[in-house]
């Protein structure tokens, strides 16, 4: 039964037929990529592991996977821990929208998660992955939207070509760029 | 010297300098005592419940400078509930009534109200100087208020407090007459201030001296501050991103290369480490930099540097003055590349022999570095050292860090305050209580092996103060080995040790003037808790000496035995 798992099917198929097909499958995992199944799996296994590290946290070295928090250890004040979390809040606007949302980078695990929540933020949108670039799609007006950064340099950058802890520590804001004036050079024709 | 007449003793009490000795010299004799509380202008109390507002105020009634302390240390790692109390207001209230000559208050790890501060701003006509360190229950609003009051204001400074933020207008309200401000520090507020009204109060206060802008203070902002008070002598910077190839940045270094007063640097909110080597030209006179909200940025790029092992040793190559240096992990709960390690403070210590002030987080440390340490820098007053993994050895040998403490102990024969981590042994406390002659702090966490530890600090540690213990396997044998000790300090918390609610009770019988708080935090569903047995664990006491008795206004979740 493929209800519960996302498909297997590759994206050149349903970039030949237009329709993500992917999407269209009932599915648990959130809409997307095929990425989705790998991040299920580890987040899974992740939840085995953790009771074993309770037990281990105070012989490890730091070779280890990371460890439970110990209430208050580091000694670090909690008004300083909270400062330096809230460094990853960054702005996000959409072309053609008047207001802006602020989204925490932290919050995320990497691209999937970010333009889920991004989906959801503006309702409207739902993802889609051509094979170089993912776009958001307004389907009221069909408009397409690119997802891009701007970097600590102050560079307008396409989301999704670095790791992405070396994205969080550099995107200082998000734009979603409507398709027609993002000109990608070298995007492959996605259709 | 009991027969010169009381103006000249008066005079001689003048030059001394220190509460402790001041202290002293009141208990020689009833006149002494007399010339000496009439006399006190600065009165310390370092723990807000060992004696009453009022009684204090009845003994100095001259007394211009009160500073109070309330909650224990630990309570800054979240270990002590929120409403365990310490409150400003009875404090500010019985000043007003009995000290309305009060021009200096100093409060630490305190719960202060925005009711306590307009209290405060309206009840003392030549007060100068407020600060608030670590304490919370305050907003912008009593900010205002004393912005707004405060005619003769010098010194406001709020370090790392909880601050409700209800707009940017508190810093407005310094009236245009306000020129009198010669420190700010407003480093710890998360929202904006109006800028404009910024940079008029700086123009206008010609002898402001120290200044630390919060994070949403912009560089741009911070280089028309610079170029109106190139005076600074501390300088805390706002938000410090920009770009190390613009405009901007250049104008910023001209902006720091006119500050030649410039002794102490912190701030560097979300910099750029390339951004850093703007500072490096000051660097030759500072003495103390904080480069506690300076990220390490982690990642596989190259052009993204770390502070790490390799900017410590640039900072041990330049500032060669530096007495006091503070080093915070950014990556608080992972193993990511590790930061700084010994090498870091090995570096550190044979740069900067004048260190005498360390704070360090690193991921591993050495006996070897230790020891090294301790050769370089017998000077040190404060070393607290957090190796981040608990109860880590020393990486290369495997072995425990006695012998690293222990050097270190040994050799800086100043040292008063120590923070210990990593894999310890009882041995530790042997070299700690047997050398550390002036030590007044200790803190301990996951050491030791058995009482025996903490006995040989209690017998040994002679001006020993304050002792805090978390999960170390002290129990009640140690706790009541010398009772009369505790008389002698100004409090010890133990949490997650052995220690029985029995344990507790017998020291609580023992020692009369001694405040035995219990602090349980069960859940009201577990009723094997209501009445538990002498035998039971318990989770967090916090024993002080005291003149008032148990408190009357602790909450609940606190059994004073």
Redesign the interface.
């Known amino acids: 039964m493929s209800t519960t798992e996302t498909g297997n099917s590759s994206t050149t198929e349903s970039a030949v037929s237009g329709l993500d097909y992917e999407e269209t499958q009932l599915t648990l995992a959130p809409p997307g990529g095929s990425r989705s199944e790998l991040e299920r799996k580890r987040g899974f296994s992740e939840g085995v592991d953790l009771s074993l590290e309770t037990k281990d946290?105070?012989?490890?070295?730091?070779?280890?996977?990371?460890?439970p928090?110990?209430?208050?250890?580091?000694?670090?004040?909690?008004?300083?821990?909270n400062?330096?979390k809230s460094?990853t809040y960054v702005k996000v606007a959409v072309d053609g929208t008047p207001y802006l949302r602020k989204v925490d980078l932290e919050a995320y695990a990497g691209y999937q998660q970010l333009l889920t929540a991004l989906e959801e933020m503006f309702s409207c949108f739902t993802a889609r992955t051509y094979p170089n670039v993912r776009r958001l799609v307004d389907p009221v007006n069909g408009t397409e939207y690119v997802p891009t950064y701007e970097d600590?340099?102050?560079d307008w950058m396409l989301i999704g070509d670095?790791?992405w802890?070396?994205f969080v520590?550099?995107c200082?804001r998000l734009r979603l760029m409507k398709s027609s004036e993002f000109v990608d050079i070298g995007c492959i024709t996605e259709r | 010297m009991t027969y010169f007449p009381e103006e000249v003793v008066e005079h001689i009490f003048d030059f001394l300098v220190s509460h402790r000795d001041r202290n002293a010299v009141s208990t020689v004799s009833k006149a002494w005592y007399q010339v000496e509380r009439l006399s006190r202008r600065s009165v310390f109390v370092g723990n807000c419940y060992a004696v009453l507002p009022e009684r204090v105020m009845t003994r100095f009634p001259g007394m211009k400078c009160l500073i109070v302390k309330g909650k224990p240390h630990f309570a800054d790692f979240n270990l002590v509930p929120h409403d365990w109390g310490g409150f400003a207001l009875p404090w500010i209230e019985a000043a007003a009534h009995g000290c309305p000559g009060l021009e200096k208050l100093r409060l630490k790890r305190m719960v202060v109200s925005d009711e306590s501060l307009e209290l405060l701003a309206r009840s003392f006509p030549d007060f100068k100087a407020l600060v608030l360190v670590s304490c919370e229950g305050f907003s912008t609003d009593g900010l205002a208020a004393i912005a707004t009051h405060c005619r003769s204001l010098r010194e406001l400074d709020l370090q790392e407090n909880e601050v409700e933020d209800y707009g940017r207008q508190w810093l407005s309200c310094f009236p245009d007459s306000c020129t009198s401000l010669v420190s700010l520090n407003f480093s710890c507020l998360k929202g904006e201030v109006n800028g404009g009204a910024l940079e008029r109060l700086v123009a206008r206060c010609r002898n402001l001296r120290g200044l630390k802008l919060n994070r949403a203070v912009s560089v741009e902002s911070l280089i028309r501050i610079l170029d109106r008070a190139p005076h600074l002598v501390e300088l805390g910077t706002g938000s410090l991103t920009v770009d190390h190839h613009t405009e901007a940045y250049r104008r910023m270094i001209n902006a720091f290369h006119k500050c030649k007063s410039l002794r102490n640097l912190s701030g560097f909110w979300d910099v750029d480490p390339r951004c850093l080597q703007s500072v490096y030209p000051v660097c030759p006179n500072l003495t103390v930099l904080n480069l506690s909200y300076a990220p390490s940025i982690q990642g596989a790029d190259q052009v993204l540097d770390c502070i790490g092992d390799r900017g410590l040793v640039v900072v041990a190559s330049t500032c060669k003055q530096l007495r006091e240096l503070r080093v915070f992990p950014s990556d608080v709960y992972g193993t990511g590349t590790a930061a700084v390690t010994e090498e870091g403070l090995v570096a550190i210590s044979s740069g900067c022999s004048k260190l005498n002030s360390l704070l360090y987080f690193c991921h591993r440390m050495t006996n070897a570095a230790l020891i090294t340490v301790a050769k370089n820098c017998p000077g040190f007053v404060r070393f607290r050292l957090c190796i981040l993994d608990p109860g880590k050895s020393d990486p290369i040998t495997n072995q425990p860090l006695d012998e690293g403490f222990g050097a270190i102990v040994q050799s800086c024969k100043d040292l008063r305050r120590l923070s210990l981590s990593g894999l310890l042994t009882d041995k530790v406390f042997l070299y700690i209580g047997e050398y550390s002659a002036r030590l007044e702090m200790l803190s301990i966490a996951f050491a030791g092996d058995s009482d025996k530890g903490m006995i040989y600090v209690l017998n040994g540690c002679k001006n020993l103060r304050k002792l805090e213990i978390r999960d170390s396997p002290f129990g009640d044998a140690a706790l009541l080995e010398n009772v009369g000790k505790y008389e002698t300090m100004r409090s010890l918390w133990m949490s997650s040790c052995e220690v029985t609610l029995g344990g507790c009770k017998a020291l609580a019988a023992k020692m009369p003037r001694l405040n035995v708080e219990v602090i349980n935090e069960w859940d009201e569903s577990d009723e094997t808790e209501e009445n538990p047995s002498d035998a039971h664990k318990v989770e967090k006491m916090y024993v002080y000496r005291t003149l008032t008795g148990p408190r009357n206004e602790a909450p609940d979740f606190v059994w004073t035995l």
């Open positions: 946290f105070l012989s490890g070295s730091s070779d280890e996977p990371p460890k928090q110990v209430v208050g250890w580091p000694p670090v004040r909690s008004f300083r821990r400062v330096l460094c600590k340099d102050g670095v790791p802890k070396m520590a550099s200082k």
